[in-house]
């Protein structure tokens, strides 16, 4: 079974400063893996996503990850932060298969920008 | 947007009463999922169906029960709603090519059961 690991449930940083969003997964199966976004009061919305190919990943808002298959790590990157990123962000992983896809969450970081 | 909606957005309940809510998708997805998201727990996988009257449990069914008449709507029914399923409830499709697909989610339903 798959599990995610996202060990900092909070992470304050201040507006134009760098940001790490660390995800750690298990999983003895080849996976897929997923960052979303939560706004408050909103739904998921789907920053990026790894199936294959590059490991690195370039999703919506400036926002990248890279896939450390050997670390098992799917780390989600900014280079510069806006007060507008304040919101809670998830990291999911399901199996690399078809159909039926179970996707595990895990606990979400609450990322923190302030002036 | 994935033309996900879900209804009702917020709803305050009585321990004890039935609760039906719904999902409803406009381009015809296949898979229909629904979580609950808790602090500290993210999202859990309640029930999931995977065709018209095709179903299953995900990992914190107990309490709940799931109906898919039409291909376009998912229901999620409490039948006897306890405080402990006070949550955020969120639906969501799968979309892609096969082996590809992404989960979407709806806007979500704020449950208070009192």
């Known amino acids: 079974a798959q599990s995610v690991t996202q060990l900092d449930s909070q992470v304050p940083v201040f507006e134009e400063a760098p940001v790490e969003l660390r995800c750690n997964y298990s999983?003895?199966?080849?996976?897929?893996l997923f960052w979303y976004v939560q706004y408050p009061n909103q739904g998921l919305q789907l920053l990026l996503k790894?199936?294959?190919?590059?490991?690195l990943v370039k999703g919506i808002n400036g926002f990248e990850a890279e896939f450390n298959k050997s670390q098992t790590s799917f780390h989600l990157r900014k280079p510069s932060v806006h007060i507008s990123d304040t919101a809670e962000y998830f990291c999911?992983?399901?199996?690399?298969?078809?159909?039926?896809?179970?996707?595990?969450f895990g606990t979400g970081t609450r990322l923190l920008v302030s002036p | 947007d994935a033309g996900i909606t879900q209804s009702p957005r917020h709803k305050v309940t009585e321990t004890g009463t039935p609760v039906t809510l719904r999902c409803h998708q406009t381009e015809n997805h296949r898979y229909m999922y629904w979580y609950r998201q808790d602090p500290g727990h993210g999202l859990r996988l309640i029930h999931y169906s995977y065709g018209v009257k095709d179903t299953d449990k995900g990992e914190v069914s107990d309490g709940y029960s799931v109906s898919r008449s039409k291909t376009e709507d998912f229901l999620l029914t409490l039948e006897s709603a306890t405080s402990s399923q006070t949550s955020v409830y969120f639906c969501?499709?799968?979309?892609?090519?096969?082996?590809?697909?992404?989960?979407?989610f709806g806007p979500g339903t704020r449950l208070l059961v009192l």
């Open positions: 790894y199936l294959s190919g590059s490991t």
């Open positions: 969501a499709i799968s979309s892609g090519l096969a082996g590809q697909e992404t989960q979407y």
């Open positions: 999911a992983v399901s199996r690399g298969n078809t159909g039926f896809q179970k996707l595990v």
């Open positions: 999983s003895s199966v080849s996976v897929y």
